[in-house]
């Protein structure tokens, strides 16, 4: 089992920047594979930035060159950098680990203005 804990969304104007954590605990020698996905209203939840299983980072489209992922290297806090906010980056941003089962967090709500 693994737990995850996010935290650090707000409300920012366009152009903004935040920084959002996941705390993660458990079986944390068995993640896989770490990243962030959001959900804004009335959409299916999307991919945004990922690490994968051999340590390699990946990105959506809409968020490449704006967005960093990290983590430290027990795994134990996962971070998502945003820079340079949009109102469409306006979501609930969910942390999710796997490895070997597939673990959500609670989210955290980002609201960017215009």
């Not at 770490?34 to 939840?45: C, L, S, V």
């Not at 971070?79 to 673990?103: F, H, I, R």
Request: hydrophobic fraction near 35%; include cysteine.
């Amino acid at each position: 089992q693994v737990q995850l804990v996010e935290s650090g969304g707000g409300l920012v104007q366009a152009g903004g920047s935040l920084r959002l954590s996941c705390a993660v605990s458990g079986s944390i020698i068995s993640i896989n594979v770490m990243g962030w996905y959001r959900q804004a209203p009335g959409k299916q939840r999307e991919w945004v930035a990922s690490f994968g299983s051999a340590g390699s980072t990946h990105y959506a489209d809409s968020v490449k060159g704006r967005f960093t992922i990290s983590r430290d290297n027990a795994k134990t806090m996962l971070y998502l950098q945003m820079n340079s906010l949009k109102p469409e980056d306006t979501a609930v941003y969910y942390c999710n680990v796997v490895g070997p089962g597939n673990y959500w967090g609670q989210g955290t709500q980002v609201t960017v203005s215009s």
